[in-house]
């Protein structure tokens, strides 16, 4: 691991700006070779140290290791020292250490000072790990200040470690819901017993009824709930498992406008859990519930949620009203916001080109999937996506005769994805691709043993639904239509 190059590349524009500012302060030379370095690293994928090192140090390897380090820790004083006002444990640390920075140098009152400020903060935050090391630190200095009340910061420091005893069990119950989740089969069925295990898992681990009617408690257990049913793709158990949630929340006032943005999160899960679950008419129903929301306390999350919103509806209407899903993308490709985000070319472009696929409009549909390729936002995204996305252009390509452009491209995505293509997890791609090739020179599969084989073994590979939730042109239904 190369833990300097991994540092390096995950940084942001402003944070290469904040460094080289940073990293100026006291040396403005323009032969740095600590910065030399840092732009090596910027511009590579995969940096050849030795080549770098020979070019620096020459035969000099410990010269080039310290320059590493010393680089590391810069970068790490920058960092700190850019996002410290950003992150309040960060700040409320920076206080701590200044206290012992002064109690080193015998300023005690100095550094009760800057202890008392750390407390404001971790109280305001209840960062009650951070209030247990700072009422340490001023009961050991009352030994050398009388001014300081011990008893005072004694009673204070008990009734944190109580709180923090508290958070523990919190934690602890919060890690065996999770184990528990996790290490069951589905739990979907007529009892789909998810409410009762949760709660049983809840008194199992804790005896504190203030810990068990816990907001706190109560979100981590929703957060990590729903997504570990969203992992298992067991929808029919989150969609009992946010009904029930969510009225439980409304009826004991949990949601307020701290935890807004849970409410619409759940709204969502929700909505796209009906959606799994083929209940479209409901999950347009709570759409028009989530959009509502979006406006309450001045409608100060609804652009964080927009495209949720967007995407509740184009999922939806792509089922039951196609022609309304397309002005429904039309409307959102013109929407400043929803134009801002990294996601917007993939959902509108890949979106508009499945529904007019399944409207069998398919040159259109040929016409903005070639968009999507054309632009840098596709090449941003994970290539495990774009294999899928490129063949479903193979089936479009295929849909509509055009054979030899078709062969050219089998060969070309063969060549781009062969890393992936010796992977178990792709093995239905290289099914299907085979499959295509083959139906190049024949009409038919059932009437063809071998294309016959192939496809039988590509549909057994997964069920339907989790087709219909792998691939983005679902190749069991396409294989299907056309025995």
């Given amino acids: 691991m190369n833990v300097l190059f991994d540092v390096i590349s995950s940084l942001n524009k402003e944070e290469r700006r904040f460094f080289k500012l940073f990293a100026g302060r006291t040396n403005s030379s323009d032969n740095r070779k ?102 340490n630190e001023l009961i050991k200095l009352s030994h050398e200040m009388i001014s300081i009340d011990v008893e005072e910061y004694i009673e204070k420091r008990k009734k944190n470690n109580t709180k923090l005893q508290q958070l523990h069990e919190i934690d602890d119950v919060l890690a065996a819901v999770m184990y528990r989740v996790r290490s069951a089969q589905n739990f979907s069925g007529k009892s789909a017993p998810i409410i009762e295990m949760l709660q049983n898992t809840v008194n ?49 006032g949990l949601y307020k406008k701290e935890t807004h943005d849970i409410k619409l999160q759940m709204l ?39 495209f949720y919103l967007y995407n509740s509806l184009v999922i939806n209407y792509s089922v039951i009203d196609k022609e309304k899903a397309i002005k429904i993308l039309e409307e959102a490709k013109n929407n400043t ?38 632009h840098e936002d596709f090449t941003k995204i994970a290539r495990s996506f774009q294999i899928k996305i490129l063949a479903a252009g193979l089936i479009m390509r295929y849909e509509i005769g055009d054979f030899d452009y078709l062969e050219l491209q089998i060969k070309h995505w063969k060549k781009e994805f062969e890393d992936l293509l010796s ?10 691709v085979d499959v295509l090739s083959d139906l190049v020179y024949n009409d038919s599969i059932k009437n063809t043993p071998s294309l016959l084989q192939k496809s039988e073994l590509l549909i057994s590979k997964l069920s339907d639904d989790e087709a219909e939730d792998a691939d983005v042109i679902n190749y069991n239904h396409w294989i299907k239509s056309k025995l």
């Fill in 337 to 374: 916001f929803i134009k801002q985000l990294p996601t917007y070319t993939v959902f509108i472009y890949l979106n508009m080109a499945l529904i007019l696929f399944d409207l069998k409009r398919y040159k259109p549909a040929i016409k903005h999937l070639s968009r999507l390729y054309l």
């Fill in 268 to 306: 969502t899960y929700l909505i796209n859990s009906l959606f799994k679950n083929k209940k479209y008419t409901q999950s347009l129903k709570h759409t028009q519930e989530l959009e509502k929301e979006m406006e309450a306390f001045g409608g100060f999350l609804k652009d964080s949620f927009l």
């Fill in 34 to 135: 600590d910065l030399y370095l840092f732009d090596y690293f910027m511009k590579q994928n995969d940096p050849e140290e030795d080549k770098i090192s020979s070019q620096l140090y020459g035969e000099n390897k410990n010269a080039f290791y310290r320059l590493k380090n010393r680089l590391l820790s810069d970068i790490n004083k920058s960092l700190l020292l850019q996002h410290i006002g950003n992150e309040t444990d960060l700040s409320t640390l920076q206080h701590l250490l200044l206290s012992r920075v002064f109690k080193q140098k015998r300023k005690t009152q100095v550094a009760v000072y800057y202890l008392k400020n750390a407390e404001k903060k971790a109280t305001k935050t209840e960062s009650f790990e951070l209030l247990n090391i700072i009422y």
């Fill in 423 to 432: 992977k178990k997890e792709f093995e239905r791609e290289v099914l299907l």
């Fill in 204 to 252: 199992d681990f804790t005896e504190n009824n203030d810990i068990k009617t816990s907001s706190k408690l109560r979100i981590k257990i929703y957060q990590a709930v729903s997504r570990i049913l969203l992992q298992k793709h067991d929808y029919t158990a989150l969609e009992e498992y946010l009904k029930h949630t969510i009225a439980e929340f409304k009826k004991d």
